[in-house]
């Protein structure tokens, strides 16, 4: 019981609180309103991993009594993330990351716990690599690998299938002598780690032309980043005194001829050397591989891309 005119209390347990006022003649008046305590709610996180390799997936539970609660939310780094019970967070970079669940009653109550730090991406290296020759033949099918992977790397892992046998390396640029005595498409696999075990993984094809054999990419890129920047026809055998080729745009104007297998389309036409824009040229391709009788023509289309 309390006389004062205003004061506060904590309830531990339901019931009614009444106030009983009485004037200076002993009438009184009374008004009672009912309490409902409700039982707090205790917030209970669980999580499948902490530690994780970017970009892999953390799994959030909630593992607090349904029945306690109406909803929930998750918040990570102090941004809501989900409402549902069970959260899959993919992080956006690597990084800490921390975890808070708040819950409401059906009376309006929230809860909530917070958990800073509570979840590590690591730092994952990316796998690439470029080789040399990029066009093997089967009469010289040695291939020098260069690494290009990014990030911190402690180990280097190449696979080369070279059926019936699967040969490895761990240095980080290795020589790798292919099948000498017959073409064919072999895969190349890169695996790198870091010290913390994060990976990556690349594969590539490397083919081995046979003798006497032709191969005229679809597309090229000349975008100077050393990459497929000209547009070659490619083989072994091929006699340079009847090879030649022809490149025409989309109006049939004559813009390149090459009279030499080395020499392939840059992409630029006329006495300025301006690049041509992106598109579909036609070309004409005569050549002759030796043991063959009579020269070939071939008629095609190459796509430029930048």
């Known amino acids: 019981m309390n006389t004062d005119a205003q004061f506060t209390f904590q ?13 200076a003649n002993g009438d009184t008046l009374s008004e009672c ?24 997936s953390f799994t959030l539970i909630n593992e607090t009594n349904q029945n306690t609660f109406t909803s929930q939310s998750w918040f990570v780094n102090n941004v809501l993330y989900s409402t549902q019970e069970t959260v899959v967070f993919n992080p956006t970079q690597p990084g800490t990351y921390s975890v808070e669940l708040q819950l409401t009653n059906s009376f309006g109550c929230v809860y909530d716990t917070l958990i800073s730090n509570a979840l590590t991406s690591l730092p994952s290296p990316q796998a690439g690599f470029s080789t040399s020759p990029t066009v093997v033949q089967v009469d010289n099918p040695l291939v020098s690998f260069t690494d290009q992977s990014s990030g911190e790397i402690s180990s280097w892992n190449w696979t080369f ?9 761990f240095v980080q640029n290795p020589e790798f002598l292919f099948p000498n005595n017959t073409g064919g ?20 094809t490397i083919t081995v032309f046979e003798n006497s054999t032709l191969f005229i990419p679809n597309s090229f890129t000349p975008d100077g980043n050393e990459l497929n920047n000209l547009f070659n026809i490619y083989g072994y055998g091929i006699e340079t005194s009847n ?8 109006w049939g104007e004559l ?52």
């Open 11 to 23: 309830p531990q347990t339901s019931g009614t609180a009444c106030l009983i006022v009485t004037d």
């Open 33 to 56: 309103l009912n309490i409902i305590v409700t039982p707090p709610i205790n917030p209970q996180i669980s999580f499948l991993d902490t530690l994780l390799c970017w970009p892999e």
């Open 161 to 169: 299938n070279v059926p019936p046998s699967v040969e490895t390396s």
């Open 185 to 204: 498409d072999y895969e190349v696999q890169l695996a790198v780690s870091n010290a913390n075990g994060c990976s990556d993984t690349i594969f590539g």
């Open 243 to 250: 090879f030649q080729l022809e490149i025409y745009n989309r």
């Open 255 to 306: 813009i390149f001829v090459s009279n030499d297998p080395e020499i392939g389309w840059d992409g630029s036409y006329g006495r300025k050397s301006e690049m041509a824009p992106i598109g579909t040229y036609a070309y004409t391709l005569k050549y002759k591989l030796k043991n063959q009788e009579q020269p070939k023509v071939i008629f095609g289309h190459v796509n430029l891309i930048r």
